[in-house]
């Protein structure tokens, strides 16, 4: 018997619960707000624009290119989430047991439908997030006064050092060997502060330690946030938006995957493992709840118009089904980042990003400049 016949059974048993989702294929139309079901679906992503094969490719990379324009978006985002997990991805085997998937599942619900489990899925205190965020918006104070609040925070001063360092690397100034605080806080300029203060201050929400799901996927999971974010605010520019709205949506979006995978990692008693959810019929069900987690935590932060709207609609009807331009900035930026992380080593971005030469030139600057 199936893995979705086994959940459509489970979750007929009449158990007093929230609504489990098991159709691996979204259904069309907006699901409940997260409030009171938070199961919302998201229909198939719809692929990146097409162009004509990417200038000066060789035939390689063009059946390379082909192949990755080819491939199902459910089996891009299969093999996404084995990278995550550092799990091998086989497709051929049988998957978990029916009936603990729904339980799983079922019991995930009540963790998002509680607003009490709900906050306990992150390490950070909510109301740090809207201050310190409120903070990096304010341009009225002056250098000296950045860098003496800065220079406070050890870790958040060597953040702020070392992006100025990699720009002056990168520009007339390269070969300097030091560079002091003050100085860091001209070159990085205020959006380049905003993000160095945002990596140290998101950053926990990604740290784990441990063997759990989520602690295992930690590492993979703040590389992709970092990617994501640093492509989506390119993706923003390029439409007339706000670049660090674009970075901060990059940047927490991946917030869900910690929750959902710690979420699980809370049902100690079913002892879920690996192999329980990298597999191709589970994975649809574990992305949707974490799109309605990255809504449920993030909305309540405040941080700003537009990423509020955006948290409310990424819970409502999932990432690939938004309307939004910021939506679609964080819907490209999340498949590019993906392609990103499947890419064989030392690959050629046309060879393995279809529609490569549509995209705009900030966007791909962005990807090439992506760090390993």
């Known amino acids: 018997m199936s893995l979705n016949r086994w959940l459509g059974l489970w979750t007929n048993r009449g158990r007093v619960r929230p609504r489990v989702d098991t159709t ?158 003050g100085r860091a806080v001209a070159v990085v300029g205020t959006q380049g502060l905003r993000r160095a203060i945002a990596n140290v201050v998101l950053r926990p929400i990604f740290d784990t330690r441990g063997s759990s799901l989520s602690a295992r996927a930690a590492a993979q999971i703040w590389k992709d946030a970092d990617r994501k974010a640093r492509l989506c605010s390119a993706l923003a520019g390029q439409a007339g938006l706000d670049a660090f709205d674009g970075y901060l949506a990059g940047l927490l979006h991946n917030s869900g995957w910690t929750a959902v995978l710690r979420a699980i990692d809370n049902l100690e008693d079913l002892s879920i493992g690996v192999a329980d959810v990298s597999h191709p019929e589970v994975v649809p069900h574990v992305l949707r709840r974490r799109d309605t987690l990255f809504g449920a935590l993030v909305a309540p932060w405040k941080l700003g118009a537009a990423i509020d709207g955006l948290a409310e609609e990424v819970a409502r009807v999932g990432l690939d089904a938004v309307q939004s331009p910021l939506g679609a900035a964080l819907r490209d930026a999340d498949r590019l980042a993906a392609l990103r992380a499947l890419a064989p080593a030392g690959s050629r971005p046309a060879a393995t990003v279809p529609g490569w030469s549509s995209l705009g ?12």
């Open 361 to 372: 030139q900030p966007v791909q600057d962005a990807y090439s400049g992506l760090p390993a």
């Open 24 to 181: 691996v294929a979204a259904q069309p139309g907006p699901a409940p707000a997260p409030a009171t079901a938070p199961n919302g679906g998201a229909p198939a992503a719809a692929p990146l624009p097409a162009s004509a094969a990417p200038p000066r490719a060789s035939a390689p990379e063009e059946s390379q290119a082909q192949q990755a324009e080819e491939e199902a978006p459910a089996a891009r985002r299969f093999r996404f989430f084995c990278w995550m997990l550092g799990a091998v991805p086989n497709a051929a085997r049988p998957p978990a047991h029916g009936a603990l998937v729904g339980e799983m599942l079922g019991r995930v619900d009540e963790i998002i439908a509680s607003e009490s489990l709900r906050a306990g899925l992150l390490p950070r205190a909510p109301h740090v997030i809207p201050q310190l965020m409120k903070t990096l918006r304010d341009e009225g104070y002056s250098a000296a006064d950045v860098a003496s609040r800065i220079s406070r925070d050890a870790v958040l001063t060597a953040e702020v050092v070392r992006s100025a360092s990699g720009i002056l690397q990168r520009g007339e100034d390269a070969g300097d060997d030091e560079i002091d605080l």
